[in-house]
Structure formats: structure tokens, C-alpha cells
């Protein structure tokens, strides 16, 4: 069975299209994503906002007690970014994220 060190190079979700193994990794990894509890907040929250900002979306996520560090904050983007469900967008150093077509299952959970 792959594990995560098999896909590290995949950039899109067509690199993983190309395998058996590839898309199953891909779609656990979508579902692990789209229901862990965080991440789907993190999820509603970009999804409503369009572009928002990652200081915003941390000190939002502080004001809910969602989490409760930034070291939470980026666990749980960097795995949202992974399963292609955000993007991140860095203009003049700042850091914004953005929702993707497959995070927005969101509005449907």
C-alpha cells in the first residue's frame, strides 16, 4: 500500500488521476480533510470570506476557540492545501488563502 512519501512530487490532482493507487491516496486524504472538525471550519470560513488573509482567518479561529496556536493554524492549512481544497496566495508578503472547486463541498455538509 503507498503511503504519502510515494506522492511527495504530485503538484495537481491530474498527477494523481494517473494511477490507481494515486487516486485513492488522494481521495482519503480529500475525505480526511473535508471532516475533521478544524478543517471544516477553516473551510466555511474561507469559503464565505472568498480571499481572506492568514492573520484574519488565525485570529477568527482564536475569537471561536477553534484552535488555540499558530503551529494548529498551519497543520491544519498545510493539509487543506495538500488535499486541494484551498489555495494560498502570497501577494507582497502577505498570505491570503482561497477556496478551491473541491473545497466548496462545504456548502453541501
Known amino acids: 500500500m503507498p503511503n504519502e512519501f510515494d506522492f511527495k512530487n504530485y ?8 494511477t490507481m493507487e494515486g487516486t485513492k491516496y488522494l481521495h482519503d486524504l480529500y475525505l480526511k480533510a473535508v471532516n475533521h472538525p478544524v478543517r471544516r471550519k477553516i473551510l466555511t470560513i474561507v ?6 488573509s492568514k492573520e484574519k482567518l488565525f485570529s477568527i479561529l482564536l475569537d471561536e476557540n477553534v484552535i488555540n496556536d499558530e ?3 498551519n497543520y491544519n492549512i498545510d493539509y487543506l492545501i495538500k488535499a486541494f481544497c484551498i489555495e494560498k496566495i502570497e501577494e507582497k508578503s502577505k498570505i491570503y488563502y482561497e477556496i478551491t472547486q473541491s473545497g ?3 456548502d453541501y455538509l
Open 104 to 106: 466548496k463541498v462545504v
Open 47 to 52: 469559503n464565505n470570506a472568498k480571499k481572506i
Open 71 to 73: 503551529f494548529s493554524l
Open 11 to 18: 503538484k495537481s490532482i491530474e498527477d494523481y488521476g494517473k
